[in-house]
């Protein structure tokens, strides 16, 4: 956890963000290096500024820790999956998925100190709703746009199916990319 000056705002790690990160620097090593030879990448969560955020910072982070601890050891785990963790089906209801929505926030800077943000909405729950969508249109972009010439291998989503995936996610999905 830490606090970032620029955004006002505590951070505390990401659920996924060991396995985003991979995926991002695979996406930069297939690409020889778009992204950058010194290109780094990190997410993380704000949990807002003040003390508030810093105690929800410090609640994420040794949560984050102990969930991860306790996943891995397999007492623990019969012990989570049975009494703590929810069970398959109980996510949110189908109104919930409709009526949820989310914002990502990205910054980066560029290797001449250029600052860069991303802003990427979603019109339903990105659980289940939105993440329903982005398969889908996933699905029609590699049936439909991927040409027979590409070869086989180990691609990510941004190596092989690009722009064409972000046009099919603002087209058909209820997905916004903005670039600031």
């Excluded at 704000?46 to 609640?59: C, D, I």
């Excluded at 560029?110 to 982005?134: I, L, N």
Aim: glycine share 14%; charged share 20%.
């Amino acid at each position: 956890m830490e606090y970032d000056d620029v955004l006002e705002s505590w951070l505390a790690p990401f659920l996924m963000a060991s396995i985003n990160t991979r995926i991002v620097h695979r996406s930069n090593a297939l690409s020889d290096g778009r992204y950058g030879n010194d290109f780094m990448y990190e997410e993380a969560v704000m949990t807002g500024s003040g003390n508030g955020g810093k105690k929800r910072a410090r609640k994420m982070y040794w949560g984050l820790g102990a969930f991860t601890a306790g996943i891995s050891v397999a007492p623990i785990r019969w012990l989570m999956e049975n009494f703590f963790l929810p069970k398959p089906g109980s996510g949110p209801t189908p109104e919930q998925q409709l009526k949820g929505k989310y914002i990502f926030l990205f910054r980066g800077t560029t290797a001449d100190g250029q600052t860069v943000k991303t802003r990427v909405t979603g019109d339903q729950d990105p659980g289940y709703g939105s993440t329903a969508k982005m398969l889908g249109q996933a699905a029609a972009c590699l049936a439909k746009d991927i040409p027979d010439s590409v070869g086989g291998g180990f691609w990510t989503p941004a190596t092989l199916l690009g722009d064409g995936l972000i046009t099919r996610l603002e087209s058909y999905s209820g997905i916004e990319f903005k670039i600031d």
